[in-house]
């Protein structure tokens, strides 16, 4: 058994946890997220309501639940959707090169042209503030780092005697790319499908901060924030919590991000 | 001297269709948002007449393509429209809310610059030690707290609890220098704490690199001290990729610093863009988007421009 650096054993705990909290709210939370009571107003954090209540009288602990299902459904999708579009135009380009790669590189340095939020904000004008928008805007904003990344290793892969040999033994151009190709490039795509989850996590919540991202009621920890902003001086216990989610799942990526990254460059290695 | 001017010319040749093609995509994301373009310009409340005569003007009777040459004239010429809300022409608008934006993100990069380095070098030539760890941990710590989130507790703890700085609100430094200063302070700071994170990381992973080379080795044998081998060897080589990242953030701080100066109410370029959104305000949220990627692209032609006084190879290659 190979002895796991720390970064990877506090990762893994941190992202354990909020995805345990997402997994559970989907079929249990203390107290139904949604439901508002006006007689328990704001309540500051005690036995019955263990992080306090909102504006509206809603338990806090719930809605920390749910909103951390809701970014991760997203979170989740978004990077399914840019690793599924980013890899089959990455293995295109890099795999037919000529005029398919050159118009697919020029659409991807268009889109890398425009910060990753700024061009999610621009396709949110057009969707409108919804779930499925912002899937669509961040998965399109960030596919083009993808296919960089697979065109590379697809154009290293493409040249090597193993790949030469699939051809020679009669395997289809399709069948020689989708196994002898593609596993090339596993290891960096992992890499980046782990940034690229803290990356969501992060653009989400600051696009519901901002009321453009998953609209309220649905709790998510952006528009958690977003209303605490203006209770923060007599509730302050709302700004806290959903902030310090955010910040232990980006932590937990972050650090798990290194040690994927240790284990697979091994020029970075750490120790 | 050669190689550099051909390299500064290509960058240069590279950017205009980069440009060009985010002209195209600014121009066809509004023009994707469903309905009339010129009823969403001039909004709900315009009369058919007025409709009609913006759709002439416009061109919108015209085909697609000589509507986007028509409207990229007039982009090149600073002409953007005006706004719907307040009729204010968009550019000047603009460049007003862009010195808020840029004021706080050039101090906060600049300072968090001046932090990193040092703290980068240092963490690096000690790794794996205590310090190492200590740098690493804050660094990574720093990265992951979001922005608005760091700012609201700054803003709870300096200003509502212990009262020492203004809450919310922006006073022109022109009006007020010290007054000014005093808005500014947490915004900066805020920024700065979290760039820190990434710069350090950044400036520690390319010193380690650069440690491990012969020449590093060359040079501890030749008996220079430690602080020569760092401060000659190490860190001019070390910066180039750090240069790098700089510009990214730079690139995508200026126009997109909007949940920052929503949690300091600050009137800068990212809150004038959102607020056009919610508006549906679409020639100023046509002309940030614009002006934004504008923005980005030309900051990261300066740090490539700038890119051969750090590493000569570039040039070369």
């Known amino acids: 058994m190979i002895r796991q650096p720390a970064n990877m054993i506090i990762g893994s705990i941190l992202l354990i946890f909020i995805g345990g909290m997402a997994l559970l709210a989907l079929i249990w939370t203390p107290y139904d997220p949604a439901a508002i009571k006006l007689v328990a107003r704001l309540k500051p954090p005690s036995p019955d309501y263990w992080l306090g209540t909102d504006e509206f009288g809603r338990d806090v602990v719930s809605r920390l639940m749910a909103g951390a299902s809701q970014s991760m459904i997203v979170a989740v999708l978004t990077v399914a959707l840019a690793i599924t579009v980013g890899t089959i135009t990455g293995l295109i380009a890099g795999y037919t090169r000529g005029l398919v790669d050159r118009i697919l590189m020029v659409f991807s340095d268009a889109l890398l042209a425009f910060p990753g939020t700024l061009l999610a904000l621009g396709l949110m004008v057009i969707s409108g503030p919804n779930k499925y928008g912002i899937i669509l805007a961040l998965g399109i904003a960030y596919s083009p780092s993808v296919l960089r990344v697979v065109r590379a290793s697809v154009l290293s892969a493409r040249e090597r005697e193993y790949v030469e040999a699939s051809r020679v033994i009669g395997n289809s151009e399709a069948a020689t790319m989708f196994f002898h190709v593609l596993p090339n490039c596993i290891a960096p795509i992992v890499v980046l499908a782990t940034s690229m989850f803290g990356w969501v996590v992060l653009a989400e919540s600051g696009l519901s901060f901002l009321g453009l991202g998953v609209p309220p009621p649905a709790p998510t920890w952006g528009n958690m924030l977003s209303a605490a902003r203006t209770y923060i001086e007599k509730a302050p216990w709302l700004g806290l919590a959903p902030g310090i989610c955010i910040s232990m799942t980006l932590l937990g990526i972050n650090l798990l991000g290194d040690a994927l990254r240790d284990r697979f460059d091994p020029r970075m290695e750490q120790r | ?317």
């Open chain 2, 1 to 317: 001297m050669h190689a550099l001017s051909k390299y500064i010319a290509k960058r240069l040749l590279w950017t205009l269709p980069t440009l060009l093609i985010v002209a195209v995509m600014v121009f066809f994301l509004v023009r994707m948002i469903p309905g009339d373009p010129a009823q969403l310009i001039l909004g709900d409340g315009a009369s058919p007449e007025e409709v009609a005569s913006l759709r002439t003007d416009l061109g919108l009777d015209q085909p697609v393509p000589v509507q986007f040459v028509y409207w990229l004239g007039n982009v090149i010429q600073g002409d953007l429209g005006q706004s719907i809300s307040n009729g204010a022409a968009v550019l000047p608008l603009m460049l007003d809310r862009f010195q808020v934006s840029a004021t706080i993100v050039l101090v906060a990069v600049g300072l968090a610059t001046l932090i990193a380095i040092p703290a980068g070098l240092i963490a690096a030539w000690r790794q794996n030690d205590h310090v190492d760890i200590a740098v690493v941990a804050v660094s990574t710590l720093l990265m992951s707290v979001p922005s608005f989130w760091l700012g609201l507790v700054l803003l709870l703890a300096f200003g509502l609890k212990l009262g020492w700085l203004p809450v919310v609100g922006f006073v022109p430094f022109t009006e007020n220098p010290w007054t000014a200063i005093t808005y500014v302070i947490l915004p900066v700071v805020t920024l700065m704490l979290i760039e820190v994170g990434v710069l350090t990381r950044m400036m520690r992973a390319s010193a380690i690199e650069i440690l491990r080379l012969e020449y590093v080795m060359h040079a501890r044998a030749k008996g220079l001290s430690e602080r020569k081998v760092l401060l000659r060897h190490v860190l001019p080589n070390a910066f180039a990729p750090t240069w790098t990242m700089i510009g990214l953030v730079l690139g995508g701080l200026l126009g997109g610093i909007a949940v920052l100066e929503t949690v300091f109410t600050l009137p800068g370029l990212g809150r004038l863009l959102v607020d056009a959104i919610f508006a549906r305000d679409y020639p100023v949220v046509q002309g940030c988007l614009l002006f934004t990627a504008v923005i980005y692209v030309i900051v990261n032609l300066i740090v490539d421009l700038c890119y051969p006084l750090f590493d000569p190879r570039v040039t070369a290659s």
